[in-house]
């Protein structure tokens, strides 16, 4: 053991021993923080996310929640807390106003707060507790209708409540979809002497959940099985919901953060493990020359790396906390909520790419190690014979492996593993054909370009390895930079600032002139009307819904519930034809339902409006850009098969706060007009996008890093050659300026070739990202053929020069000595 430690004491002094362990520091740090700090911002989406749902679960019902269930949620050690929604008329001062009235228990809301004011249209603050008995919360746009103000009275039913605050934002709000009336929350004590809720009533039963994500696991198994028709079980990012979408795009964008992480800790221990075996060559023959056995070498330098892994990979923990936690400090100041704590359960994954690199690339470098011969001392010069390949494999399986353990499946890896090996062909395709070719142009060189360009065939593998590493970094850079570009303007795109706001419902052809006529004296932006008209689809292709789903489960939304259909002549905002002739007299179906539902061009549906049947073939679909807040429809028919019944018309408006009250007031003219106001959801929305795009900027910054470093150790792993190159030039009469010239060409070509080679193949590997694994459509990124180029002549030429710096400093003596 003592020998051992002696041989680490001088490693380490000598510098080949603080390669490896920086490396492995570098590794284990990188993955740590960037895991744990995405851990941190998961959860705080998540607890974002739960804000708006008022809960961490939810679940919703058509009836009053069974006893059974709240007794459950005890059982499970869950906080638990009920709404009940409904649609009732209020009255006040001689007015009446149908109203979205929610009666909510003592413990609601389990997650997020109320906004309240105690102004009109005030921005509210934010209010931890439910109204008391005998009170009631209003909405600005209520209390104008009923032209209310605190402290007056309003009739619901049997019951007399006082307004105490005007409600500014439900924390629940964003699920009730179907809160077209002005919002108002009351005390569930008061329910009962209401006596609004009767049989036949359209009442929706909430049960909201809060607690341990083990427990609300359980209890997700043990009532999902006996949910009926009616009655569904909610996530704070159920995907389908805008905000479940926005998130599970930002955890795919910080899942692939971190698989790259883990692929770039690799690429640098193989750089320093390769290093490490190169600078013991001598070493170990000398010391088999004395008599050491290949089981003392194997047992010495088991000894080195089992104790260089437990100090390496405690600094990297700890480096790997301090950098998460300076992330969290720095992004503090830009969010609206803290992030939680981090999670020590999550420094596995640290620890665990750090011992995988050690094994998959230092162990069999180690191995080939100690059979070098003893004849190496009378030849220096002889190379160890190692199956490289064979090596690199072993490692790209070990990173493969992390990488599915880290993102939980196989999808995002085996996207990134593709793309690897697809650039290491290319790489190998194009260097060898540029680096021989500059050699041909090259004969006989004598200034500085020719040495450099020489000199790249010259070390045509140790240069093609090279330019493999230097290619995936800016690879690897330039994917993360076109994807968060990517996601950030989508996100934008999705919610402009303009992006309609409030929904107009229930407005008769009669009504439309007049509504136009006072929305255009306000200045309100409005969208096109659309006729409305309410069916089911009840048959598809000659077979009944009810056969195909006898127990009504696992239904496609196309035929699980009533659709508003509507009629046009020309394709809406935010809609494009994908296949088909949307002129024909047939359906036209938005794409996403069509392919949950299997229907394609030709399928013919059958639609109950009203009792009476109507059958037509599907002759276009399209897609829908739900984000862009106009009126929308699955289904589109012709205006023949529609023009028979009778249609209400909708339309979308933009009110900014400035013109919320005369809007309220003057749509207070139409009565029958329902009115959907999804400006607070959007604003939720905003603010959580907001924060992704910040987060996400600061998680990029930590990557780039990473690769810098990387790029850094990439260098200096060839560094000797080129220095004992430098330094035979010195000596024979060349100028630094001629060293340093053809050192900068080498390097700048190799930049070039590297930056190349890294768009295209980050625009493949973006491709396959943004189609399977954001579910986004695909686009070009021709900023990414500048940067990458660009990137790599700058940063590797800078790196290569700064690295190289020795040999036009140090006498040429010197330096021949040293190497």
């Not at 492995?24 to 923080?33: A, D, K, P, R």
């Not at 000199?455 to 330019?467: D, G, I, K, T």
């Not at 059958?615 to 012709?638: A, E, H, K």
Request: aromatic share 8%; charged share 15%; net charge neutral.
């Amino acid at each position: 053991m003592s020998f051992t430690f002696r041989l680490m004491l001088r490693d380490l002094r000598s510098g080949d021993l603080l390669t490896l362990l920086l490396a492995l520091v570098i590794s284990v740090g990188t993955v740590t923080s960037i895991g744990l700090f995405i851990d941190r911002l998961q959860l705080s989406f998540e607890q974002e996310s739960a804000n708006l749902l008022a809960a961490d679960r939810l679940v919703r019902s058509d009836d009053a929640i069974p006893m059974n269930w709240k007794e459950e949620a005890t059982a499970q050690s869950l906080q638990y807390a009920e709404r009940t929604s409904f649609t009732t008329m209020m009255f006040a001062n001689n007015a009446l106003q149908l109203s979205q009235l929610s009666a909510v228990s003592d413990a609601y809301p389990l997650k997020g707060a109320y906004l309240v004011d105690d102004e009109l249209f005030g921005t509210g603050y934010g209010l931890a507790e439910t109204p008391k008995p005998g009170k009631v919360w209003v909405s600005s746009r209520l209390a104008s209708l009923l032209n209310i103000k605190l402290g007056d009275q309003v009739e619901v039913g049997d019951a007399t409540l006082v307004v105490s605050k005007y409600l500014v934002r439900d924390p629940g709000s964003s699920t009730s979809a179907f809160a077209i009336s002005p919002r108002a929350v009351m005390n569930m004590a008061d329910l009962a002497a209401t006596n609004v809720i009767i049989p036949g009533s359209r009442v929706r039963y909430s049960l909201l959940l809060a607690g341990e994500r083990s427990n609300l696991d359980d209890y997700e198994q043990w009532i999902v099985p006996q949910l009926k028709e009616g009655e569904r079980w909610r996530t704070p990012t159920q995907q389908g919901d805008r905000i479940g979408d926005t998130i599970g795009r930002a955890e795919s964008f910080l899942l692939l953060a971190g698989t790259l992480a883990v692929i770039m800790s690799g690429v640098a221990m193989a750089l320093a493990s390769s290093r490490f075996v190169k600078r013991h060559l001598m070493q170990v023959a000398i010391l088999k020359t004395l008599g050491a056995t290949p089981k003392l070498l194997g047992r010495v330098f088991f000894q080195q790396l089992f104790a260089l892994f437990v100090v390496g990979a405690g600094i990297g923990l700890g480096v790997g906390w301090a950098i998460q936690e300076l992330i969290a400090s720095l992004l503090s100041g830009l969010m609206s909520t803290a992030l939680p704590e981090p999670s020590v359960g999550r420094l596995w994954l640290g620890a665990a790419t750090g011992l995988i690199s050690m094994l998959v690339f230092c162990f069999p470098l180690m191995a080939h190690l100690i059979k070098i011969s003893p004849l190496s001392v009378l030849q220096p010069n002889a190379k160890i014979e190692l199956n490289t390949f064979v090596i690199y494999l072993i490692g790209f399986v070990g990173m493969y492996g992390l990488m599915c353990i880290y993102t939980k499946g196989f999808l995002l890896p085996s996207i990134m593993t593709a793309a690897i090996a697809g650039i290491a062909l290319l790489v190998a395709a194009i260097g060898w054909v540029a680096f021989k070719l500059g050699r041909s142009l090259t004969s006989g060189a004598t200034s500085g370009w020719q040495i450099g360009l020489a000199s790249l065939y010259r070390r045509l593998v140790p240069n093609l390895f090279q330019l493999l590493v230097f290619t995936l970094i800016i690879m690897l850079t330039l994917i993360l930079v076109g994807v968060k570009s990517s996601l950030i303007a989508d996100w934008q795109q999705q919610l402009p600032e303009d992006a309609p706001n409030h929904y107009l419902f229930n407005v008769q052809a009669n009504q439309i002139g007049p509504i136009n006529e006072k929305t255009e004296q306000l200045g309100v932006a409005k969208s096109d009307w659309y006729p409305m008209v309410r069916g089911r689809v009840t048959i598809a292709n000659d077979v009944t819904i009810e056969s195909m789903y006898p127990d009504g489960r696992g239904e496609p939304e196309l035929y699980d519930r009533e659709l508003n259909l509507t009629w046009s002549d020309t394709l809406g905002k935010g809609n494009e034809l994908v296949e088909g002739d949307f002129t024909a007299e047939g359906l036209s179906v938005e794409q996403r339902a069509a392919k949950e539902a299997g229907l394609k061009m030709g399928d013919i549906l059958t639609i109950n409006i009203g009792g009476n049947l109507v059958t037509l073939p599907i002759t276009s679909i399209r897609t829908v850009d739900w984000g862009s807040m106009q009126p929308n429809f699955y289904l589109i028919l012709p205006k023949s098969a529609l023009e028979d019944y009778p249609a209400n018309f909708v339309s979308s408006v933009f009110v900014s706060p400035e013109e919320a009250q005369p809007f309220y007031q003057v749509m207070a003219e139409f009565p029958t007009v329902s009115i959907l106001n999804v400006g607070d959801v959007l604003k939720q929305v905003q603010t959580i996008i907001g924060q992704l795009s910040k987060a996400i900027q600061l998680v990029l910054f930590c990557i780039l890093s990473a690769g810098a470093l990387v790029l850094l150790a990439s260098v200096r792993s060839t560094l000797e050659e080129r220095l004992e190159e430098g330094a035979l030039l010195r000596v024979l009469g060349a100028r630094a300026a001629l060293v340093r010239q053809a050192l900068l060409v080498e390097f700048g070509a190799l930049g070039f070739f590297a930056g190349l080679i890294a768009a295209i193949g980050a625009e493949t590997c973006l491709y396959g990202l943004q189609v399977f694994v954001f579910n986004a459509e695909a686009s070009f990124h021709p900023l990414l053929w500048l940067l990458g180029p660009l990137i790599g002549v700058l940063v590797i030429a800078t790196i290569g020069i700064f690295a190289s710096r020795t040999v036009l400093k140090v006498p040429p003596m010197l330096l021949l000595r040293d190497l």
